[in-house]
């Protein structure tokens, strides 16, 4: 039987064609009872038969096997569970020839407080604790629930049927009710069948909630669910899922495929929502939206969310991955689809633009020596959780942009609804993705995308200016400064002097000429301050390449065109995508050691009248990673950088203004906050007393119209950058207003702010708080964004509190977070070391990738210190940029 052990794919000698599972779950006791009838087809004779199950307790006498044409019944000699590998193996004495039968298994569970398999989250009604039970089956948890082949590629029909249920529970499963028998206070409640499907998309909700509905043009119907009294909350999120299933409808040429689909508010969820087929589960952030108690940002995120699951109901659940490798076929085209619905539905909001900041985290993760490609070997089910990251989400929406935008959106859209249908209700692979879009487009989509999704990395391509020749060069792209091997076929788009005059060609090769005369119809002239290109005697003064920021790579330029840019830039004649580019592929490019530091905040200083919110947004989340590094670089300088980043926000701060203006946009209401935020940070009086006034004034009443929503991050963040230990009561009515607070928005924009203290005992404190009872576990994430003085008391205290937080969240995929927000900001090549040496004592599988990346984050960090050190000329740059007038 050890033959099957440590095993990653299930053995094929019996195919799961239908279950019919019974659960009686106990909300009270928190334990479940079940039993499976699972309609097997037996491919090749057998004596074992092999499915996995975990955490269950099956019960030997009640599992048999009653083969379908002779009713003969097999029983089981041998019952084994492999706790490990969550594989249940049954011997039996005689082989079970090929042929139809059923396996029927009786087990029992616990309803866990994990936040995956069948487990229980809790909530307050009328001033009372409540369990109610949930599933989140994805990736590889439906075996904790009820013994199956939890394999993607094992579709099957469910029929699913809750007994002994409270009555006045709401019972929610993937499929409308069937039947339900009320006998009293209990209720039985059976589900039509499902049509065919994976394991990890069954789903189960039980609890108490109230729920308001809509219906699609063709008659779907629309269910919110969200806490007793709550529904108000619902009424956005409906809306979009209403109109995002009819533009999915239009746009994959095939109509929803369930009767129903319902959308629930879950108070305990370790991931953002869950696409389940037909019961969609959200954390309360990423589905409830309050029009007087929400800001910007949630209505954004929920938008996104529910875009997001609803692709996956074609996307994933219709068409499913045929095993993890190609997740980031589910996730990446997931991620993709939701932005091109959000910019349907609210062209207003720039959600292109804003795609940016969300590819700029795949670039970042994928220039590490430790990413993985796209396509990623799995060889064990434990390796699934770790790669829900940015390679599958943000590289493959990334490159799918990419060969949306190569080979136009009308193919494209044409031959993924020819992709949908060729492989509705079964499995596809990438290869089948590239198939359908090669013979839609006539273009060799297979050979261009291998180079993307088959090797991990990025190429920066190096563009230079020489004798009337444009030179492109590319190398794989490495942060920490190294040499990578890889090679891709990049599709190179470039614009000169105007947004008319664009280009474009495939790089095949390491390295490509151009005659500019040839290609571009004009001639360039290499001037001093920088090169300048003559078309019809219209001085063009700049070239950009990888317009739009289309594809997925980076790019240097040589000096000269570099000045023409920082030129470009000042005099407003480039669009926001490419000046997010040209800001964020410098950074990079510092970052590994290629732009000094000196250079990158010379290039700032053009940003100075930036107002867009993406452009801005980085920016911002630069200069806060700057400021770290220079904090240990060179913490002599520290007032100066800080003077010169608060210069730098001026502008936008002095435009936007503190309160809200009637009717101004979405993007700005945003931007303010961020803008208040960052510059409280820095450390800003005048924003710091304003925050404070107004920060009063919330506490006096909550419905003051002088801290609404989209500010109040602004003015916590600035209360906590004056608490100390002697002068605590800033703090201390935070944490009044966590407390009283039932919104969960309110809640984690409270976490968030509280580490950015800069008093090491208060973060201590901080952090201690969030291992209490008070921070839901799904929430303790959001506190771990300490200020950079308190990198080391977040250290330590990781290292004091390991055993307790493994325990909590080892396995699943947040205890990674813990990891990479704490390790991942150290600086020094000390600290390697010591963090190399704590996780071998304490080795945690969950973690491995996770912890090899940070570590190479934190050497990048030390060497990128060191060589800031060295730059002779920074004290006169900053002395000069500091000292400008903004
Ligand atoms: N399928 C995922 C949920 C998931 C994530 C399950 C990790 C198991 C492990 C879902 O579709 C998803 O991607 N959710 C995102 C939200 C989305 C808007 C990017 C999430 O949870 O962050
Ligand atoms: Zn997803």
Redesign the pocket.
């Known amino acids: 039987m050890s033959q099957f052990k440590g095993q990653s794919r299930l053995p094929k000698f019996a195919v799961p064609k239908r279950y019919d599972v019974r659960l009686r779950p106990d909300l009270v006791a928190c334990q479940f009872v079940g039993s499976v009838a699972i309609d097997l087809d037996i491919v090749s004779d057998t004596r074992f038969i092999v499915l996995n199950a975990a955490e269950l307790s099956v019960n030997p006498p009640a599992v048999s096997f009653t083969q379908l044409d002779s009713s003969k019944v097999f029983k089981p000699s041998k019952v084994d569970g492999f706790e490990d590998d969550g594989i249940l193996v049954m011997e039996f004495e005689e082989t079970i020839p090929v042929g139809l039968g059923v396996l029927a298994i009786g087990f029992q569970g616990i309803l866990n407080d994990k936040m995956k398999g069948f487990y229980r989250s809790t909530y307050e009604h009328n001033g009372e604790k409540k369990n109610m039970a949930v599933t989140?089956f994805?990736?590889v948890d439906a075996k904790r629930c009820f013994p199956c082949w939890d394999e993607p590629a094992c579709k099957a029909t469910f029929k699913i049927t809750l007994e002994d249920v409270p009555s006045e529970l709401v019972a929610l499963s993937n499929m409308p009710v069937s039947q339900e028998i009320v006998n009293g206070h209990r209720k039985t409640v059976s589900y039509q069948e499902t049509p065919i499907m994976s394991t990890y998309l069954v789903a189960i909700v039980v609890g108490l909630f109230d729920y308001i509905e809509d219906h699609t043009s063709d008659g779907v119907k629309v269910r919110v669910y969200c806490q007793v009294g709550k529904e108000n909350r619902g009424k956005f999120a409906l809306q979009v899922a209403v109109k995002t299933l009819e533009l999915y409808k239009k746009y994959f040429g095939v109509p929803y495929p369930l009767p129903k689909l319902d959308m629930v508010a879950i108070p305990d969820f370790?991931?953002?929502?869950?696409?389940n087929y037909g019961l969609v589960t959200y954390r309360e952030t990423?589905l409830l939206f309050d029009d007087q108690h929400s800001s910007a940002s949630v209505k954004q995120?929920v938008t996104?969310?529910v875009a997001?699951?609803l692709a996956?109901q074609w996307f994933?659940n219709l068409v499913t991955m045929e095993w993890w490798t190609h997740l980031w076929l589910?996730?990446g085209f997931?991620?993709w689809v939701?932005y091109l619905a959000t910019e349907s539905l609210f062209p207003e909001w720039k959600i292109w633009t804003q795609f940016l900041d969300e590819s700029t985290e795949g670039l970042k993760l994928d220039g590490l020596e430790e990413s993985h490609p796209i396509e990623v070997e799995i060889n064990h089910a434990a390796e699934v959780?770790e790669i829900?990251d940015a390679i599958s989400?943000t590289k493959g929406a990334s490159v799918i942009r990419m060969l949306q935008n190569y080979l136009g959106a009308a193919p494209f859209e044409r031959s993924l609804a020819a992709y949908v249908k060729k492989h509705a209700y079964s499995n596809a692979k990438t290869e089948d993705l590239w198939a359908a879009l090669e013979e839609g487009s006539g273009e060799p989509v297979n050979k261009l995308m291998n180079s993307w999704t088959q090797q991990k990395g990025y190429p920066v391509v190096s563009v230079e200016v020489k004798d009337q020749k444009l030179k492109f060069d590319q190398t794989q792209f490495l942060s920490s400064g190294s040499q990578g091997e890889g090679e891709w076929i990049v599709p190179i788009t470039l614009c000169c002097g105007s947004y008319d005059l664009r280009k474009s060609f495939l790089l095949k090769t390491k390295s490509e000429t151009l005659d500019i005369k040839e290609f571009l119809g004009c001639s360039i002239a290499e001037t001093e301050s920088g090169s300048m290109c003559n078309k019809n005697n219209t001085v063009c003064s700049w070239i950009k390449i990888n317009v739009d920021q289309a594809g997925f790579y980076r790019v240097k330029y040589d000096e000269k065109l570099a000045a023409t840019l920082r030129n470009a830039i000042q005099n407003k004649h480039l669009s926001a995508t490419d000046r997010f580019g040209i800001l964020d592929d410098s950074y990079a490019l510092s970052m590994a050691r290629q732009l000094s530091f000196a250079s990158l905040l010379t290039l700032l200083a053009a940003y100075k009248e930036e107002l867009d919110y993406t452009v801005l947004s980085n920016l911002i989340s630069i200069s806060q990673k700057l400021a770290r590094i220079a904090a240990d670089a060179i913490p002599e300088l520290l007032d100066l950088i800080n003077q010169f980043f608060i210069g730098l926000l001026q502008y936008s701060a002095e435009k936007l203004g503190w309160q809200p203006k009637p009717g101004e946009s979405h993007l700005d209401a945003m931007l303010r906050g961020e803008v208040l935020t960052t510059l409280a940070l820095f450390g800003h009086d005048l924003t710091i007393n304003e925050a404070r006034r107004r920060f009063h004034a919330y506490i006096d009443d909550r419905n003051t119209p002088l801290l609404p929503p989209d500010i109040r991050k602004a003015a916590y963040v600035a209360v906590m950058q004056t608490v100390t230990q002697s002068n605590r009561a800033g703090y201390d009515s935070l944490l009044r207003v966590y407390r009283e607070s039932d919104q969960s928005e309110e809640k984690n924009r409270i976490l968030g702010s509280l580490a950015s203290c800069p008093d090491p005992d208060i973060i201590l404190e901080v952090l201690n708080f969030l291992l209490t009872s008070e921070v839901r576990n799904q929430d303790a994430i959001f506190g771990l964004a300490v200020c950079s003085k308190g990198r080391e008391t977040a250290w330590t205290w990781l290292k004091d509190n390991w055993e307790k937080i493994s325990k909590t969240w080892g396995s699943g995929?947040l205890i990674t977070r813990f990891v990479s927000a704490i390790v991942s900001p150290l600086a020094s090549f000390e600290k390697v070391e010591e963090v190399e040496e704590f996780f071998k004592a304490h080795p945690n599988p969950a973690i491995t990738r996770t912890l090899k990346q940070s570590i190479e984050r934190v050497q990048i960090n030390a060497k990128w210190v060191q060589s800031v050190q060295g730059e002779k000329d920074l004290p006169k740059v900053l002395k000069e940029l500091a000292s400008r007038k903004y």
């Open positions: 989140q994805e990736p370790s991931a953002g929502a869950m696409e990423a995120n996104i969310t997001h699951e996956h994933g589910n996730e997931a991620t939701s959780d829900f989400y995929f």
